[in-house]
């Protein structure tokens, strides 16, 4: 046997050793990982807020407070606005219960031909009470690891708070103690990419609250004048739903009061999907590239991958962080690589040249009309003033 086997041997076995050593630590770290990277992302959004209150003699600590303040009155709004909804939509679906139910199997024995009563179906149902109790054992089996999910969400979004207000109070000491491990060659490097990141960020939230706003105005007026109950509430609801859920967002703000309408007055939910389809055609065109274009210049496709991309690996979070990280990315990639110019070649754009042709063709249609009306004109002119001519003498 050579002499260097066994040390190889061992050195390899701790290799393995600290290869699963490492593994399990970063699954077991994982989500402090995730909840540090949404505290990044958080504070990279929000300071540029307390940059502003900075200069203008604030100091950081108060300024991020009043910012926190600021998100807690927000959310507190929202949360407060939906469960008003909530509850009344719930109280008033539990009072109708009995006259839907009528009206439910009134329609069975129409249509199926058959005789079913509300008084049957409560035997049927006090009959089955054992099975109805085994639901609710189930259920309240449940409730523990409910409250068991409830809790460990509400530490994460305590931990999240925390490292968000940490990395934004102290901004500069973070990026200075960042920049102190680097070379000075690197230092500036990394400085620009933080920058790109905060003007992203920045930009991309700024500019979501600012679509949810507007949204959340028309809506409420268009709820108004429908006639639809809570319609502060359902507007505020459409206006955050849509523009801060990725994707699906969108379809989940206007299934909300379609539902409400439809236990109002059937043909207001037509109405309303009618306004929600017309308005999200609006922002998509005119009001979304405006406000965006300066903030975060996004393909919609990239965007949609970015956000496939962001829930496969992160799940929720992921989808949420998505298109800022993408938007980084991009301008980052835009700032470090080079690009050439592009010669012209009919291979890029096949239909440019066939566009083009038709544009020349309507060019010359429009100087014949033009040429002919000119000319047609000018003779008449012409014939003004020979006639006019000839009577002159005669006349005279």
Known sequence: MPRWLPKAMVLALVL???????NWAFHQLIDLFVMLLVAFFLSLAMEPAVDRMAARGVRRGLGTFLVFIGLAVAVAGFLTALGTLLVDQVTQISTRLPHLLEDLINWVNRTFHQDFSLSELQHRVL???????????QAADNIWGVSSTV????????????????????GPRVRRTVCSLLPPAKQAEVLR?????????GGYLYSRALLAVISAAAHWIAFEVIGLPYAAALG???????????????YIAGALPV???????????????????VYQQIENYLLHPRITAK???????????????GAALLGAVGALIAIPAAATLQGFVGTYVRRYEVTEDPRIDRGEERRERRRQTVRRLRRMVSGGSSEESAGQGQDERHGGGSDGPSGS
């Open 16 to 22: 393995v050793g600290l290869f699963q050593l490492a």
């Open 127 to 137: 009959q089955d009470s054992g099975t109805i109790e085994r639901y609710a054992q």
């Open 151 to 170: 809790i460990g969400g509400l530490f994460r979004a305590f931990t999240v708070g925390l490292f968000t207000f940490y990395f934004t109070a102290e």
């Open 193 to 201: 990419a933080w920058e790109i990141a905060l003007a992203k960020t």
């Open 236 to 250: 505020i609801w459409v206006g955050v739903m849509s523009q801060f859920v990725p994707t699906i967002g969108t």
């Open 259 to 277: 539902l409400v309408a439809l236990t109002v007055r059937p043909v207001d939910a037509l109405w309303v999907l009618a306004f929600v389809v």
């Open 295 to 309: 903030t975060v210049d996004v393909h919609p496709a990239v965007a949609f991958g970015s956000v496939i991309a």
